[in-house]
């Protein structure tokens, strides 16, 4: 009996470290001289980010989503309006910003991740998006070489070890 209930403790140790393995911590960093209001989904909602402020979200394994940058907000009380980018009139979002929006988008879980910026929904914000075991990706502007610019635009996934935090950084 020993035996079973040690075994199951350990088997429910190794259960919780190898869920939270593959979680990862994104930091999202404001280099503008402006105010940016970053947003993500599923995970993060919104926030404002002054000047030289940074935002850090935890994501679980498991999350495919995004996280964009807003422009010329204004919000009372969670609601409001942004000039780029709004999401239904929110500060914390739950659907995709209205475009132009320059997109991190992000797979978390298993032994890589993926992660790449898009411009399908167009260009609202300079941005850099890395990981810590890959590659920087720079877009500091509509066309950007980094970037997706259309829905085909398969070569610009980059793939990052399990278990990676990340990086977004506006106006970097």
Known sequence: MAS????????????????????????????????VWPAGIPVGGGTQLDPSQTWTV?????????????TGCSFSGGSGHCDSADCAGALSCSVSGQPPATLAEFTIGGAQDFYDISLVDGFNQPMDFSCSTGVNLHCGGSGCPDAYLFPKDDNKTHACSGNSNYQVTFCA
Not at 58 to 70: H, I, L
């Open 4 to 35: 079973r209930a040690a075994s199951s403790a350990l088997f429910l140790v190794l259960a919780a470290f190898a869920a939270g393995a593959s979680a990862a911590t994104f930091s999202i960093t404001n280099n503008c001289g402006y105010t």
């Open 58 to 70: 935890d994501v679980p394994a498991g999350t495919s989503g995004r996280f964009w940058g807003r």
